[in-house]
């Protein structure tokens, strides 16, 4: 089982819609979890962070955390063709000190106009 | 704003050769990595350190070395470099934080290197 798991997609929503992306991990005691975006040959941008169980709200993006089914999901509401990319979960473990990230493979999200 | 700049955008290099490639950061960072981002197996963890002439190994540290002489640069070295780490080679760097809840990875560009 790999430590962090998503869809590799392609992903396709309708512009306008909400977007829907989600990530499980295996480490139970991980802390922290994050939302990165990488658009095609460009470098991943940090777009949300969360480390509490429930929602967590900034513009049109949503992370939604459950320790206890461990996984995390990214709500995008309102997508725009400018979301098109792919999107990296990564979660701080808790098998050395709180620096390592473990990225999933990403999902490739399409908003068709 | 963070700035990680990295030495090369794109390299291309012969089988067996010695390879370095530099990353370096403005932001006082203690730690810094180097990942490797192949299609279909993302961002994978080659080393990483969390103080100058500190090195720790990641997932995936067969075939490198790594060197940390100053904090604000960390250097990647393939010593003899094969077809098989064609790949885009990101560095990315990071505050030490007591509590690990806010652990924002900051990327360089990337570099694309290619061996024939």
């Known amino acids: 089982q790999k430590e962090v798991e998503q869809n590799s997609g392609p992903l396709s929503v309708p512009e306008g819609a909400i977007a829907s992306l989600n990530c499980t991990y295996s480490d139970r005691g991980s802390q922290s979890f994050f939302w990165y975006r990488q658009y095609s040959g460009k470098s991943p941008e940090l777009i949300m962070f969360i480390y509490s169980n429930g929602d967590k709200e900034d513009g049109r993006f949503t992370a939604q955390l459950n320790k206890a089914s461990q996984y995390v999901s990214l709500l995008i509401r309102d997508s725009q063709p400018s979301d098109s990319a792919t999107y990296l979960c990564a979660v701080v473990g808790s098998n050395f000190g709180n620096e390592k990230l473990t990225f999933g493979t990403g999902t490739r999200l399409t908003i068709i106009p | 704003d963070v700035k990680v700049t990295q030495s090369s955008r794109y390299l291309v290099k012969r089988t067996g050769e010695k390879v370095f490639l530099e990353c370096v950061q403005d932001?006082?960072?203690?730690?810094m990595f180097w990942y490797r981002q192949d299609p279909g197996l993302g961002l994978r963890l080659i080393y990483f350190s969390y103080d100058v002439k500190m090195k720790e190994k990641g997932d995936i540290p067969e075939g490198y070395s790594v060197s940390r002489e100053k904090k604000e640069r960390f250097s990647l070295i393939l010593e003899s470099a094969s077809t098989n780490q064609t790949s885009m080679y990101l560095c990315?760097?990071?505050?030490?934080?007591?509590?690990?809840?806010?652990?924002?990875?900051?990327f360089g560009p990337g570099t694309r290197l290619t061996v024939l």
């Open positions: 932001m006082d960072h203690e730690n």
């Open positions: 990315a760097s990071t505050e030490t934080h007591s509590l690990s809840e806010r652990n924002e990875q900051f």
